[in-house]
């Protein structure tokens, strides 16, 4: 327990009335006014924050990569409330949201895996229902899921949360994550001391926990390599093609790198793929290609022939990627087939922009 001294507690007293009392309006709706300036001025560097986080998540999943898939299914799923948070910069609810995600994350995954049927589901639910993170952290090392620095992380995370949760400023001023010198003592000094912390490594952290924490609950015949291989490749993929990559950033007019992004996306399938689904593919390929010539060119009628070719092509490509799959796990159906993308908002957004050259 770090040790402290009168003149520190008198420090930090007198650092409170004066940021918390001497400096502030009394009155409620002042306060409440200054309250309101702080969180506009918390949003003024929302830019900087922004672009920190998206380093950081770049940095840790790639562009493109699986890891990268996953990383937003997990975020846009439950992230959004974190998000809204760091960007006020209330890094004290933080980290009380993150803890909280990461713990029912790691939970689920124990109710999904452990469970041999709904009785023992029943069983085991209530038993860990009853656990926190602090419980169950290091049986996901067990698993070879987490490594010790995950572990530790996990545990920091939850003594940090607990600090906060119970206003014990003195534990949350010795967490590892906040980096302080263990002098505080008044629950007052929390949130300055939670201020000064960048929590945007902590956010893509936890992300990356609760993705190594979800294999856990992967059944077992996706981890076959051969079909691994091919499942993630075909599910990444899939949404991509009945998109027609409208929704891909370099779909804008005359932007080469879309047939360079389509090229990189389609060479890995035809790798693990069969014949026939290459085959389709190819076909696809050249005919997406027609589509956002036609597009860009302003051909109303050509691109809504070529849309109405991807129907069947697509439900081909569907099939071809489905019996592959069943190559490697027999009578399973797998692939849902989503919606063609609707053209309408394309055509007229183009053809506006053609009457604006004319």
Not at 289 to 311: A, D, I, P, V
Request: charged letters at 25%; glycine letters at 4%.
């Amino acid at each position: 327990m770090a040790k402290m001294n009168s003149n520190s507690k008198k420090k930090e007293a007198d650092h409170l009335l004066l940021n918390k009392v001497a400096n502030k309006p009394l009155n409620i709706s002042d306060r409440l006014h200054t309250i309101v300036n702080d969180i506009e001025n918390s949003l003024k560097s929302k830019e900087n924050k922004i672009s920190k986080l998206a380093k950081e998540v770049d940095r840790t999943f790639p562009p493109q990569s699986i890891s990268r898939g996953l990383h937003d299914a997990f975020s846009a799923m439950s992230f959004d409330t974190a998000y809204s948070l760091y960007l006020l910069s209330n890094n004290s609810a933080l980290v009380l949201e993150l803890q909280g995600i990461l713990e029912r994350y790691c939970l689920n995954a124990l109710n999904d895996m452990l469970p041999i049927n709904d009785i023992a589901k029943s069983i085991i639910s209530d038993a860990f229902d009853k656990k926190t993170l602090k419980d169950i952290a290091y049986y996901f090392k067990e698993w070879k899921l987490w490594n010790d620095d995950d572990v530790k992380f996990a545990l920091d995370l939850t003594n940090l949360r607990n600090g906060i949760a119970h206003k014990n400023a003195e534990l949350v001023s010795r967490s590892k994550l906040v980096n302080s010198n263990g002098q505080n003592r008044h629950p007052e000094s929390i949130h300055s001391l939670m201020s000064k912390v960048d929590c945007s490594k902590y956010i893509v952290k936890t992300i990356g926990l609760i993705i190594k924490a979800s294999g856990l609950a992967t059944p077992s015949f996706i981890k076959q390599p051969r079909l691994h291989a091919r499942y993630q490749l075909y599910t990444s993929l899939i949404g991509e093609l009945y998109n027609l990559f409208l929704t891909n950033p370099y779909a804008q007019k005359g932007n080469p790198l879309l047939e360079t992004y389509i090229n990189e996306r389609l060479a890995k399938v035809y790798i693990v793929g069969s014949e026939e689904l290459v085959d389709y593919l190819q076909d696809y390929r050249k005919k997406v290609l027609l589509f956002h010539q036609s597009l860009e060119q302003g051909n109303e009628e050509e691109s809504k022939m070529l849309h109405s070719e991807f129907g069947i092509l697509l439900n081909n490509i569907l099939t071809a990627m489905r019996k592959d799959l069943n190559i490697d796990f027999p009578h399973k159906e797998m692939l849902e087939e989503p919606s063609l993308i609707d053209i309408k908002q394309y055509l007229k957004t183009n053809k506006e922009m053609w009457s604006l050259h004319k």
